[in-house]
């Protein structure tokens, strides 16, 4: 075998999801994947050689020494295999596609990358459920991480240490129309603007949504989306980061869409349409033009959900 060969078959290609947490109502639970990926190449090699390079979405930004959070990753599940001393370097390559630091999951697709990259090296010694969990410790919740793993919508909870996650496909075929604003906004400062408390109304209002949703979207009972998307919780203080954001919704839902919520701490907006109504196009439109009104430029991606989840090639 000559040595082109022969480098060629260790190459690990991961792709990975974008995702949205929250999905409205299920503030810090809820998640979906959904079908815009980056890909990721690891060759893990013996010498303690880093070798990383980017192209597309945040390339310029994207650290390319120990502190890259994909390798970081990827170091874990090495240690905790007992492989650091046999793989003690890597070179990696990505693709990004899936917008940064606008919510939609771009860090939980580095971790999750890194985390089944290194664990193809050492032949899959972990479960899936254990890489949600070391996801999790990483990136400090699973809102994101559950959806870029399993695919689909995600319930998860957290019990002490556990990470449930619960991933199904609803019955009703679903469009996701996202509006990425041209602006960045940090988890950091979209949670510092939420209270410490919140009024026991506030909290039955998001339970029986969330609740309502996930039963909805499993039964596919399209008339009871329209309301269980709705969120008391995070969005309202929210808003005042992203202007135009309720002017949004608002034109969103007269064009049709079942319900729009903030995709994850935002500032992407995320309408859902029933496939069938084929009336994606429109909402984008209005979508793009309602955010243009408050002088925010934003770009419209119509996507499907992801079925699958992380892969491996
Ligand atoms: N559930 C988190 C939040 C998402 O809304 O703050 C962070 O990606």
């Known amino acids: 075998m000559d040595n082109e060969t022969s480098s060629a078959k260790n190459i690990i290609t991961v792709k990975v999801p974008g995702t949205s947490a929250n999905c ?10 959904a079908t815009i990926y980056n890909e990721f190449k690891f060759t893990f090699l ?12 945040g390339a310029d930004t994207i650290p390319n020494d120990e502190k890259n959070i994909v390798w970081q990753s990827a170091r874990l599940v090495l240690e905790r295999a007992g492989a650091a001393e046999k793989f003690q370097g890597a070179e990696i390559s990505m693709n990004n596609r899936v ?14 990358a890194g985390l ?8 899959n010694h972990f479960t899936r459920n254990d890489i949600l969990k070391f996801a999790t410790e990483i990136e400090g919740h699973p809102d994101n991480v559950a959806p870029a793993i399993f695919g ?7 019990d002490k240490n556990l990470v449930h996650t619960y991933s199904f496909l609803p019955k009703i075929k679903l469009k996701l129309i996202v509006a990425v604003p041209d602006f960045p906004l940090s988890t950091k400062l979209a949670r510092q603007v939420l209270p410490k408390t919140v009024p026991l109304k506030d909290a039955i209002f998001n339970v029986s949504r969330a609740s309502m949703l996930v039963a909805a979207l499993i039964e596919g009972k399209e008339k009871l989306l329209s309301i269980a998307f709705d969120d008391a919780l995070h969005q309202p203080y929210r808003t005042k980061l992203v202007p135009g954001m309720e002017e949004v919704f608002t034109a969103a839902k007269k064009a049709g869409a079942l319900g729009v919520v903030l995709s994850g701490a935002g500032p992407s907006l995320i309408a859902f349409s029933a496939a069938n109504r084929r009336l994606e196009n429109d909402i984008a439109a209005e979508m793009v033009h309602t955010f243009k009104k408050f002088d925010v430029q934003s770009t419209a991606l119509i996507l499907d959900l992801d079925t699958r989840g992380a892969s491996l090639n």
């Open 116 to 123: 089944i990259g290194a664990n193809a090296a050492v032949d």
């Open 46 to 57: 013996e010498e303690k050689r880093l070798t990383i390079s980017a192209v597309g979405e």
């Open 99 to 112: 917008p940064m630091s606008r919510g939609l999951g771009s860090s939980a697709a580095a971790i999750v």
């Open 24 to 33: 409205g109502s299920g503030f810090d639970c809820l998640g979906l994947a």
């Open 152 to 158: 689909g919508f995600t319930v998860s909870v957290v």
